[in-house]
Structures are given as C-alpha cells and as structure tokens.
C-alpha cells in the first residue's frame, strides 16, 4: 500500500505523515467525522501546513461529502480540495489504529445511551437530562414534571457521550457537536430508539460551567387508542374537535406549553379523522410541516421543514424561520384539503397560516401560551389584525391542555388517615372547592407503581385535562367589545364554557387525579367560576 506521506499534490505539496483532522474520538477530534464520512474523505494538512480536503472522485457529490464541505465553510476554515482514488482516503488514516478505537468508544457511548432511553422509557419519563459540568456528569429523568437522578458519570464520559449522541445517533446531516453552542437535532432511527418511542428530541446548551442536553422521548401509543378520550378528554371536548376537523375552512389553534401533550393529540385527532373519512370511502389531501415531523401518521403527508434535512442544521433562528415559511407556501402549492402546522412561532407562520385557512385550506397548528382564549391575544401580539382574526369564519376553535397525574389503584381517602400530610388550609380548600363526598389523594404504592421512582408512588401514568372552545359570532363580538374578560365572560355564561381547571376539578371529584397534583399543575382550586378561568 503506497504511503500517503509521498503523494504530491497538484501544487507540487505532499501530505505529511500524520493522523487527519477527521481521525480520532469525537471528543478528541479537531473535525469530528462519522464513520460514513470517513469512509468517503479525509481533512489533512500538507506540508506547507495548508488544509487539505481529500475527496474519494466516486463519492464527490455525495451528501455526505457536501454536507461535509459545508460545515467546514460556515466554520471559516481555508482548505482546497483534492479528487483521490479511495484507497488513498483510507491510507490517510494510517493503519486505522486510531478509528478502530474511536469506532469502539463511539459504539460503548451509543450502547450506554440507548440503554438509558430504554430505562427512562420503562418509566414513562418524558425527558432524560445529561448536564456535563467541571467535576462530574449528572443524568436525570423528568417524570410527571419532576426531576429525579439516575446516575452519575465523570466528566470525560460525559462529554463522549453528548458528542455520541449528537454527533451519531441523530438524523442531522451535519452532526457534529459543538458544545459552545445551542444545537438541536432529532433521533429517529429506529434500531436507536427503545421500544414504543415514535422518535427523541435533543437540545443542547452551553452553561456557565459546561453542557446540557435535554431528549425528549416522544412516546407511540397511537395504536391503543386513535379517539382522544382515552387522552383523558370528555366526549363533549372530542365533539367539538372532531365537528371543528369537518368544518371546511378556518383555522384551529391548540394552546399549551411546551410538553403539555399538543402533539400527541393532534396525532390522535388526524388518525382518527383519516379513518373516519376511509369508512366513508372519501381519501382527502392532507398534509402537514413539521419542524421535523415527530409522529407517524398512515396515510397523511408529513413534509420536514427542508426536505431531506431537519431545519435543526440550520445555523440560525431567522434561518428556521425562512425555512418554515418556504415549507409553508410550497405545501400550500400542493391544494391540501386539511393542513397541519407544527407550530406558529412569528408573524410570517402567522399569516400564512391565516391566509391558508381564509383560501379554502383548514389549517390547525399549535400556540405556545397559557389558555384557549389567551391564542387569541397571542396571535394579536404577533401582528394579526382583529377585522381578520375575530372572525369566526376565520378563526373555527381553540383549544389548550395540560397533562396530570392518574392515580393508582392504590389510592386513598383524604381522611383522617391521610390528612397529616397535608397543611388544615388546604384541605379546607380543596373540600370547599371538589364537589364530591369522597375525594381521593395518592397511596403508599404497590406493584403496578413500584416501578417508578419513590416520590411518585401512587401514580400510574397520566391524562389531559383541557378546555376546548368552537367559535361563534357572539364570542367573536364579545371579544371585540369587550377584550379577552368579555370573552371569557360570554364563553363561560353562554355557551357553558368549561376551563382547564374546571376539567381538572371534575376528574378529582370523579376519584382520578390526586387534587393536591392537579393543583401543581392547574393552580390551586377555587370556588369561584370566574376565577377557574385565569
């Protein structure tokens, strides 16, 4: 095998014996390359300490490649490149030596972390939380929005496995990890995935003394159930949503922070609705842009925000934006009779949207903010004008909700064997607000809740409680005249609005959801109407 030290290059240069840019662990490398990158090229130096991009002529114009050349012109690094055979991409990695072990700890670091997806799966967690700081790795898992540790490794493994995770797990072409930046990826290769996980969000962040990384595990349980009473909705919330789906224009928003289950009821709404449509022998358009699509939906289009790439590649937030945009009006080209927006987040998602579902296009999408009518001030903060946003024709329904605790069969009595946990104004409270004999706080575990961890014993699994809201003329002139309390003043006195709170009360009172629970998340309960809507 001719040594790649002697090759001379079009300039009269040699490349120098030494280990490439690309070689070496992904915290160790100067360039990190995946496995499949480094097979296709190698970033070496020449004599003349210049950079040098050795390219094999048969992968050229392969994405790997370009995506490759990319990263490294946004870096600002000064290379040429140079079309070689592969046998001499391969001779610049030496005897391999270095790869072979890169490969090995990059394989330990994927095992390690798929085996904690699978344990944080098991638990139902929705988060696992990597923070790498200056002594130590912290893992925790967030379950029921409680933090709680999982383990603790040394900062090196830390930093090996953040880089692993990105760098060869996700599904971004560029994957490299910078930890001084704020990244964001998705992994949804299924052999990377643990059983029942449709797809993982990553994050990333810089802090003060280190990284953090944050995975959301986007959970597949469609198939148990496609109506969205089993989400914990009732069934006059799911007619609302179902007559908004049949409705022929409009635009539907569903409110909520971010991991309050918008997603997943979505999902359930459109799979259902597509297999309503087939009972009748009707196949319509539906398409959705997702910034990228989390959940599988047979039978509907799902499109990435920029085609084969996640807009997670993209170096900036105006950037994703544009993207999105684009993404929005090239569907739009395409006539979908439904259309799905994975989420408003400015003015220009904001209009198109708008001008989607006023040209005959019904278009749902999701909101970050705090109740369903709060999307209608929401959307006026971002620059929707009220003529055309307070317009039933235009606006058909909002939506929000939030995710609570179910209790387990090992419930309990709030009485006088349990009291002594709690303060005697609370329970005060709760009994003057829970309309029931019997109300019902969480028990001392047992097998089917031992799983989880300690602090969450008596709890199995969750539900969602919301409120949901058809729009009609008389909210619509209600808000106009009266802003946001004259609607919710109409909505509650004349159409028998029930909130997210009222919702959250009512699956107490039935002996569901420990109140004391509820109440860390919907706020505490009160017995005022008025007040349950703030």
Known sequence: MTSVSFMSLNDGSQILRQV???????????????????????????????????????????????????????????????????????????????????????????????????????????????????????????????????????????????????????????????????????????????????????????????????????????????????????SEQAALLKSALKRPTGLNIFCGPTGTGKSTTLQRLFIWFTNFLASMGIEKNIITVEDPPEYNMPGIIQTPVTGTRSSDSLSSEAERSIAFQDAIRAVLRLAPELLLIGEIRDLPTAILAMRAAMTGHPTWSTLHCNSALAGITRLLDLGITKDILLDEQNLTSLSSQRLVPRLCECKLPLDIRTASRYAAEDIKRIRDSIQSETIFVHGPGCPKCASGPSALLGRSGRRAVAETILCDEGLMRAFRKDGRAGGTAYWREEMRGKSIKDHAADVVAAGLVDPFDAEAVVGEFTSSPLARCA
């Open 20 to 234: 490439p840019l690309t070689s070496g662990s992904p915290t160790g490398a100067q360039v990190f390359a995946d496995t499949e990158t480094r097979d296709r090229l190698s970033l070496v130096k020449d004599d003349k300490g210049r950079h040098v991009l050795l390219v094999s002529k048969s992968h050229a114009n392969d994405h790997y490649v370009t995506s490759f050349s990319a990263r490294l012109v946004r870096s600002g690094l000064t290379y040429r490149t140079e079309l070689v055979d592969l046998a001499t991409v391969k001779d610049s990695y030496l005897d391999g030596t270095e790869d072979r072990k890169a490969d090995v700890e990059l394989s330990k670091a994927q095992a390690y972390a798929k085996r904690t997806s699978e344990e944080a799966a098991s638990r139902h967690a929705s988060d696992i939380r990597y923070r790498v700081n200056k002594t130590k790795t912290d893992i925790h898992f967030v379950i029921h929005r409680n933090l709680f540790h999982y383990k603790e490794e040394s900062v090196e493994f830390g930093k090996q496995l953040l880089a692993a995770i990105y760098g060869a797990m996700t599904d971004v072409s560029d994957a490299t990890y910078e930890a001084l930046s704020r990244q964001d990826a998705r992994i949804s290769d299924p052999t990377k995935l643990p059983p029942g996980i449709d797809g993982i969000r990553v994050a990333t962040t810089p802090q003060v003394d280190g990284q953090v990384m944050v995975l959301r595990l986007l959970y597949n349980d469609a198939g148990e159930s496609n109506d969205v009473e089993s989400l914990g909705f009732t």
